[in-house]
């Protein structure tokens, strides 16, 4: 079955400093791969999307991801973390239906920042 | 333009009730989807409905039921509920089927069991 792992339930950074979210996933075909963001007591708003093309995409908020078909992987970057970053992000891949639905997600890394 | 609705946004049911939750989709959305997200299992897919009609059905048991209405406002209903049934429910919808439609998310319905 189709899976999407993300290694780090928890991880804090400095405000300004890099960060890297990983993202693993487990599927047949070229996959549609997601990242959401979660802030307390919302919904999931969506920070981009690959589907095809060039590897590197960018989001919203000065978020990027790259997907690495060798690797399974599409992480999560942004050079600068600000405070309003503080979130739980969900990376999932898109399927065509079944009893998994459109969208498989992660567990979540939950992000915190340090003034 | 309005984004999804989910009503209510707080409920607090005993064991044994029925509920029903509600969801608004985006102006000219036809895909209406629902998750559950609790801290152990994440965010688990309970079923689609595109045009009126359930498409996709996640692994939940007969308890969970939900319908979509010709507006494609979609309501979702749990009966004899549980403990662990106890979560945030989010409803989502796109404008077509298939994985690369963008789904939009609404803030979710936290219900809690008691």
């Known amino acids: 079955a189709q899976s999407v792992t993300q290694p780090d339930i928890h991880i804090t950074v400095s405000e300004g400093a890099s960060l890297e979210l990983r993202c693993n996933y487990s599927y047949g075909a070229t996959p549609y791969l997601f990242w959401y963001v979660q802030s307390p007591g919302q919904g999931l708003q969506l920070l981009l999307k690959?589907?095809?093309?060039?590897?590197l995409v960018q989001g919203i908020k000065g978020f990027e991801a790259e997907f690495k078909r060798s690797q399974s992987s599409f992480n999560l970057r942004k050079p600068s973390v600000h405070w309003s970053d503080a979130a739980e992000y969900f990376c999932a891949v898109g399927l065509y239906g079944g009893s998994q639905g459109n969208l498989i997600f992660g567990k979540g890394t939950k992000l915190s920042v340090k003034p | 333009k309005a984004g999804v609705t989910q009503t209510p946004r707080y409920l607090i049911k005993t064991r044994g009730q029925q509920v029903t939750l509600s969801c608004s989709p985006i102006s000219g959305h036809r895909s209406v989807s629902w998750y559950q997200q609790t801290p152990g299992q994440g965010l688990q897919f309970l079923f689609e409905?595109?045009?009126?009609?359930?498409?996709n059905k996640g692994n939940f048991p007969g308890r969970f039921s939900g319908r979509q209405f010709s507006n494609s406002r979609s309501e979702m209903n749990v009966s004899t509920l549980e403990l662990g049934d106890s979560a945030l429910y989010l409803c989502?919808?796109?404008?077509?089927?298939?994985?690369?439609?963008?789904?939009?998310f609404g803030p979710g319905t936290r219900l809690t069991v008691l």
């Open positions: 409905y595109f045009s009126e009609t359930q498409r």
């Open positions: 690959y589907f095809s093309g060039d590897t």
């Open positions: 989502a919808s796109k404008r077509q089927q298939g994985p690369y439609n963008e789904q939009f």
